[in-house]
């Protein structure tokens, strides 16, 4: 319930960051419920957010929840691919920052970035 409140809130704000998160958490939560076609109609929404801006910091966890639902419903080639464009939004972000730079490292350290697609083809980001 409290996801598709904060999805409801996101829709009226415009913000296609928000809303892609926001779906996001919807689809997870379905995931969770084992609702596999309510998880993909809501992928779906977040992606169409996305398409509106390049916005690869919501980006690359819309991928990483793809590629864990395709890796659930035995779609390993279209886990992998999501795992793929999660990585690659993720690259892009780490290299907006020098390669010295703190908050380079805090953002690769990152749980949820380190865990990203981690269990698509049984290896360690």
Request: net charge negative; proline share 3%.
């Amino acid at each position: 319930m409290e996801a598709d409140g904060l999805m409801e809130a996101t829709l009226g704000i415009g913000d296609p960051n928000l809303q892609a998160l926001a779906w996001d958490a919807s689809a997870q939560v379905a995931m969770a419920e084992s609702h596999w076609t309510d998880a993909r109609q809501r992928l779906d929404r977040a992606f169409a957010a996305l398409a509106r801006f390049d916005v690869p910091i919501s980006a690359w966890r819309v991928h990483a929840t793809a590629s864990e639902l395709y890796r659930k419903i035995g779609q390993s080639e279209e886990a992998a691919a999501h795992c793929d464009r999660a990585r690659a939004h993720i690259a892009v972000l780490a290299g907006s920052f020098a390669p010295d730079e703190p908050l380079r490292f805090a953002m690769l350290g990152a749980t949820s970035v380190r865990r990203a697609c981690e269990d698509v083809l049984g290896m360690e980001s």
